[in-house]
Structure formats: structure tokens, C-alpha cells
């Protein structure tokens, strides 16, 4: 069987889902390349695509939850992004008419409009793996065969929108890599890291991005006391600053592997981010207690994140800087309510996703 993974470099869950079911796949023999879309369309739409939006999260946040918001509906911004989506993907044509799929796998939804013409064309099936626990509007275009969702609440509310469409959801959970899926414990992490045992330690980061208040989050918590090891993503910008200022406690990584992402949840006492879909997965599947601090929210997409993480009791939002200080000393305080959360946490996880999602894949090869 032949597989085709569509993805898009926006932010980096999409590709870290899309390699994680390509492992997966190929692991059992499959042919499963990923092909980011936005590399198969004009310059000046992948430019406005990827660095408008990379722009709005940084700069302008509130405009991008509108934006959000608005596309979610039946509205002027949801149908000339669907136009513009359909229309600049027209490379794709040649891209599958060379790789001949039996399936198209979309963990970005950039190609599903281009997708619902090409499928009768060349006669590929289309699975859809929905990496927010909110299914928008733009995940219901296309018409594909099969949707994967991260949970039973994302499939009751695709069903509401898409009446129908229980025979075709599968809750499978979010795809991550093993790396998460196969925790070796808190000593063993910072042993690898060369960390002390005995040190408290905080995980801080915004996503690859690096959006939000990331050196100004990192400067209310240098006074707490705790290492705090802050991963800045893509952002050199916010890495020379947090360098400069040579903050008390604060350790400065730019861009990480997922290698060494994996190790850091594990090794640190807590995270403190923004609820991202693969960073919540990831962070369910070993563990790691998440401190979601609102001001570094992708507004719109995570705010379903970030509720899911604080009624559950696998985490815990935090509005303003003397709220996120308080919560993290009080969490600190308390050892053994931090081990409750990462109890919660990989009680709720779904580490073998991609998987499921192979499984469901290879069990409708016929």
C-alpha cells in the first residue's frame, strides 16, 4: 500500500504529526513520504500563508483569533481562504499523478479543497487527522473518507457539523513521535541531560514560534527560585534578548530537537506553555504536569486545549504574571499534587496514535 502525507510548515505540530505516522507506516513496510504543500504552491501565497500567520501569533495575536473565529462560520474570510486554498494548490496534480497513492493523509488542511477534485481523477482515498481537539471549519472541507480525531468530545461535535459522519470518525488521538511514547522517567531524563537530581526544574516555552511574552514570562519566573530552562523555538529575536539579560536561574536554548524536547518534559518538574495539540499530547503521554499560561495562547485554536488540560486536572491555567508565580510556588510546595497531574496526564494520553491511525489505514486498503 501506497500512503501520501500532506502536511504544512506552519508551526511545527503538523510535521511532527505527519513524521510520526510516516515512522509508523514505514515501519511496516509501507511507502509513506510527507510532503509539505506549501512547497508545491506560488511563492507569494506560501509567503502570505506561512509568515502572515507566523506574524499575526507574534505581533498580533487578538487579530489572528478573530481572523479564527470569523473562518470558523460561513463568511467572507472562510470562503476566500477556501478559494485561494483550492486555487494554489493546483501543483498537487502533478505531485500525486507522479506518486500514483492509495491513501492521502492531511494533518494541515491546506489541501483538502484541491483534494475533493483530485481523488476522483486519480482515485485515492482521503483521511483527514484532526490535530486540535476543536474540529474548525477548515478540517470539514473536501469530503474526505476518513476523519482521525484526538477524543470522543471532538467526535460528538464533528458530528454535530458534519451530520453523518460517525461511520466516518475514528478517535484515534493526536500522532506523536515515540519519543514521547516511550517515557524513561524523571532520573533517567535529567541523568541525560547531566541535570541535577535534586534541583527543581521548569520547562518554559511558546512553541516553535515563539510567540507571546516568552522573556517577560521567563523574567517572573527567575525570581521563584527553580531552574527554569527556556526553549525559545524559531525566535533568535527572544533567545539574544533572554542571553543578554542574563536572568538569575534562566537557561537559553533556541530551536530544540524533539530528541531533546522529550528528555526536557520528562527531566523538568513542570512546563509552562501554551497548549499547542501536539505539545498537550506530548506532555499527557509522559507526564509532565502543564502549567498553561494564557498570554503565550494561540488565541481561538488552543483556548479548547488549554480547558481540556485544567478540567481534567492535568493542568492548570494561569491569566497574569502573579497568578503563574503563585500557582508554580504553591505546585512546587506540593510534590505530591505535581505527581497527581502527571498521573491525570498519562491516564488521558494516547502515546500509540499513529498506530491507531495505520491500523485504520491498512484495515481499509481494500
Known amino acids: 500500500m501506497k500512503i501520501v502525507i500532506l502536511t504544512a510548515a506552519t508551526g511545527n505540530g503538523h510535521i511532527s504529526a505527519a513524521h510520526a505516522i510516516r515512522e509508523e507506516a514505514e515501519s511496516r513496510g509501507m511507502t509513506a513520504p510527507v510532503i509539505d504543500v506549501l512547497d508545491h504552491t506560488p511563492k507569494a501565497f506560501r509567503k502570505w500563508f506561512k509568515n502572515g500567520y507566523e506574524m499575526l501569533v507574534r505581533q498580533s495575536p487578538d487579530t489572528w483569533g478573530y481572523l479564527y473565529r470569523r473562518s470558523d462560520k460561513p463568511s467572507s474570510e472562510y470562503y476566500v481562504q477556501t478559494?485561494?486554498?483550492?486555487?494554489?494548490?493546483?501543483?498537487?496534480?502533478?505531485?500525486?499523478?507522479?506518486?500514483?497513492?492509495?491513501?492521502?493523509?492531511?494533518?494541515?488542511?491546506?489541501?483538502?479543497?484541491?483534494?475533493?477534485?483530485l481523488r476522483k481523477r486519480f482515485g485515492f482515498k482521503v483521511a483527514v487527522v484532526v490535530t486540535d481537539l476543536y474540529p474548525h471549519k477548515m478540517w470539514l472541507r473536501g469530503r474526505p473518507d476518513l476523519w482521525l480525531?484526538?477524543?470522543?468530545?471532538?467526535?460528538?461535535?464533528?458530528?454535530?457539523?458534519?451530520?453523518?459522519?460517525?461511520?466516518?470518525?475514528?478517535?484515534?488521538?493526536?500522532?506523536?513521535?515515540?519519543?514521547?511514547?516511550?517515557?524513561?522517567?524523571?532520573?533517567?531524563?535529567?541523568?541525560?541531560?547531566?541535570?541535577?537530581?535534586?534541583?527543581?526544574?521548569?520547562?518554559?516555552?511558546?512553541?516553535?514560534?515563539?510567540?507571546?511574552?516568552?522573556?517577560?514570562?521567563?523574567?517572573?519566573?527567575?525570581?521563584?527560585?527553580?531552574?527554569?530552562?527556556?526553549?525559545?523555538?524559531?525566535?533568535?529575536?527572544?533567545?539574544?534578548?533572554?542571553?543578554?539579560?542574563?536572568?538569575?536561574?534562566?537557561?537559553?536554548?533556541?530551536?530544540?530537537?524533539?530528541?531533546?524536547?522529550?528528555?526536557?518534559?520528562?527531566?523538568?518538574?513542570?512546563?509552562?506553555?501554551?497548549?499547542?495539540?501536539?505539545?498537550?499530547?506530548?506532555?499527557?503521554?509522559?507526564?509532565?504536569?502543564?502549567?498553561?499560561?494564557?498570554?503565550?495562547?494561540?488565541?481561538?485554536?488552543e483556548e479548547g486545549n488549554a480547558e481540556f488540560l485544567d478540567e481534567t486536572g492535568a493542568g492548570k491555567i494561569c491569566r497574569t504574571p502573579e497568578d503563574l508565580v503563585q500557582t508554580v510556588q504553591e505546585l512546587l510546595a506540593e510534590p505530591q499534587r505535581l505527581a497527581k497531574m502527571g498521573e491525570i496526564g498519562r491516564s488521558l494520553a494516547q502515546p500509540t496514535a499513529a498506530t491507531l491511525i495505520v491500523d485504520e489505514i491498512f484495515a481499509r486498503k481494500g
Open 83 to 117: 478559494f485561494l486554498d483550492h486555487y494554489c494548490t493546483l501543483p498537487l496534480a502533478k505531485v500525486l499523478d507522479e506518486l500514483r497513492p492509495d491513501w492521502v493523509i492531511c494533518t494541515h488542511s491546506v489541501a483538502q479543497p484541491r483534494l475533493k477534485r
Open 149 to 301: 480525531v484526538p477524543g470522543q468530545w471532538t467526535k460528538d461535535i464533528l458530528a454535530q457539523r458534519v451530520p453523518g459522519s460517525e461511520s466516518q470518525t475514528v478517535v484515534t488521538g493526536i500522532p506523536i513521535n515515540r519519543l514521547f511514547a516511550e517515557p524513561m522517567g524523571r532520573e533517567a531524563a535529567r541523568q541525560k541531560l547531566g541535570l541535577s537530581p535534586a534541583d527543581q526544574m521548569i520547562l518554559l516555552t511558546s512553541g516553535g514560534i515563539g510567540g507571546g511574552p516568552l522573556v517577560e514570562t521567563a523574567e517572573a519566573l527567575s525570581k521563584i527560585g527553580a531552574k527554569i530552562i527556556t526553549v525559545c523555538g524559531r525566535h533568535d529575536g527572544k533567545r539574544r534578548r533572554l542571553h543578554k539579560m542574563q536572568l538569575p536561574n534562566v537557561v537559553v536554548k533556541g530551536h530544540v530537537e524533539q530528541e531533546e524536547m522529550a528528555t526536557l518534559m520528562q527531566a523538568c518538574d513542570m512546563m509552562v506553555a501554551k497548549a499547542g495539540g501536539l505539545t498537550t499530547c506530548e506532555s499527557l503521554a509522559v507526564g509532565c504536569p502543564f502549567i498553561v499560561y494564557w498570554p503565550l495562547l494561540i488565541p481561538g485554536q
